[in-house]
């Protein structure tokens, strides 16, 4: 399994989810198999958003997605404050 990471800051968390939520079909044409949104404790217009897909292409395919398509819309992405940050995770064995 791969994971998209996406980090970025936010002006308004309402306004943002709605915003996610249109791109639900996006996501799961895209083949995400789970999604997870999390904020750091001390800062609430901070995201760190995780997308797990079962190839790297289509991490891939959905990062280009994104880049192209929504944040360079600013209607896309309303409440998307700066530039994200989108990185392609993938598993790494900690046996031995």
Known sequence: MFTLSIEHRITDFPT???AFDRFADARDQAGVLAERIRRPI???KYLV???DF???ERAEAFRH???TVVWSN???SPALSG????RIL???STSK
């Open 42 to 44: 001390d800062d609430g």
């Open 49 to 51: 958003i995780e997308l």
């Open 74 to 76: 600013p209607d896309a």
């Open 16 to 18: 943002w989810k709605t």
């Open 54 to 56: 079962e190839t790297k």
């Open 65 to 67: 997605f994104l880049t």
């Open 90 to 92: 993938q598993p790494v």
């Open 83 to 86: 530039r994200p940050t989108a």
